[in-house]
């Protein structure tokens, strides 16, 4: 797996290495996959505020399923449009570990944090305008969340918070 590839790179490692594919949006190129050690305990939630977080959003599901993780996608849920978000709770309950990414004020980990008793990996992504500051409204939002169970990962860093969620996706077979 390798990220942040531009189209044009891409294509030249293609063409020089067959059985590598190329996710333009998420700019990953892929050959195979890596099952990480370790059973997994359940689904990675991947959520979007927003359309314009799609890119971040993808490189963090690519990342989770190459590393063996049944991962799923939900877009465009942000606190703008709250309703669109209910509808997907019990979906965000029944999984191990959710992934939510939001750019412009960052409050969606916040929100989606209240609603799970599960780990929430929060992305700021670089969208925004006005005083968004190109994703440090988001980052500082979201490192001072009073939710409980939110981490932070770095702006625009899908392949971060996808690592993350793989780990703690992982069942060590450990008991407490």
């Known amino acids: ?17 067959p059985g590598v ?3 333009r949006l998420a700019r990953c190129l892929q050959r195979g996959t890596l099952a990480a050690p370790g059973r997994k305990r359940g689904d990675i939630v991947v959520l979007t505020a927003g359309t314009s ?7 963090a599901l690519v990342t989770a399923r190459f590393l063996g993780n049944n991962a ?12 669109r978000l209910l509808h997907h709770v019990a979906t965000l309950q029944k ?20 609603l799970v008793d599960v780990p929430v990996i929060a992305v700021p992504t670089s969208v925004g305008y006005g005083t ?14 009073c939710a409980s169970g939110v ?11 996808a ?4 780990l703690m996706n992982r069942d060590k077979g450990t008991t407490v």
């Open 151 to 161: 981490t932070v990962v770095n702006i625009d860093n899908g392949f971060g918070a």
């Open 53 to 59: 977080d799609a890119a971040v959003a993808q490189e």
């Open 72 to 83: 799923h996608l939900i877009t465009d849920v942000g606190v703008a449009g709250l309703h």
């Open 1 to 17: 797996l390798v990220t942040r590839v531009e189209s044009q790179k891409a294509k030249l490692v293609m063409a020089a290495c």
């Open 163 to 166: 690592m993350a969620a793989d």
């Open 132 to 145: 968004a500051f190109e994703g440090m409204t988001a980052l500082l939002a979201m490192m001072t969340s």
């Open 21 to 23: 594919t190329y996710d």
């Open 95 to 114: 999984a191990a570990v959710l992934i939510v990414v939001a750019g412009m004020e960052g409050a969606l980990p916040s929100v989606v944090a209240g």
